[in-house]
């Protein structure tokens, strides 16, 4: 068993920046692969990015690429999804999950995940 707890979101406004937490109790961090998923209000949950078990491969979706970056502290047992540049379309409620998926690979597809937190809400707004 696996629990994932979000932390650091917030209200920002457009342009600036966010640090989500992840923080991983039950398994340690290099034995799973890390997403990032959000859905935002009347839309379906998007996988957003991802990084993989040893901390060498990433992944990031086309709406988020460039702007955000995913890290992880394996000493804390803790991913990050540094956010910056937010635009108002950013605002939703930012979810993690693992995948117990140990390869040189991750993957952001909702049925890869095996654990998931709650969420933490980000608003975008003026």
């Known amino acids: 068993q696996a629990q994932l707890v979000e932390s650091g979101g917030g209200s920002v406004q457009p342009g600036g920046s966010l640090t989500l937490s992840c923080a991983i109790f039950?398994?340690?961090?290099?034995?799973?692969?890390i997403a990032w998923f959000r859905r935002a209000p009347g839309k379906e949950r998007e996988g957003i990015s991802c990084?993989?078990?040893?901390?060498?491969?990433?992944k990031y979706s086309d709406s988020v690429k460039g702007r955000f970056t995913i890290s992880r502290d394996n000493a804390k047992n803790t991913v990050y999804l540094q956010m910056n540049n937010l635009k108002p379309e950013d605002a939703a409620v930012y979810s993690c999950?693992?995948?117990?998926?140990?390869?040189?690979?991750?993957?952001?597809?909702?049925?890869?995940?095996?654990?998931w937190g709650k969420g933490t809400l980000v608003t975008v707004s003026p």
């Open positions: 990084i993989s078990s040893n901390g060498d491969f990433t």
């Open positions: 039950g398994r340690p961090l290099d034995h799973v692969s």
């Open positions: 999950a693992a995948d117990l998926w140990t390869g040189a690979r991750c993957f952001t597809t909702e049925r890869s995940m095996d654990y």
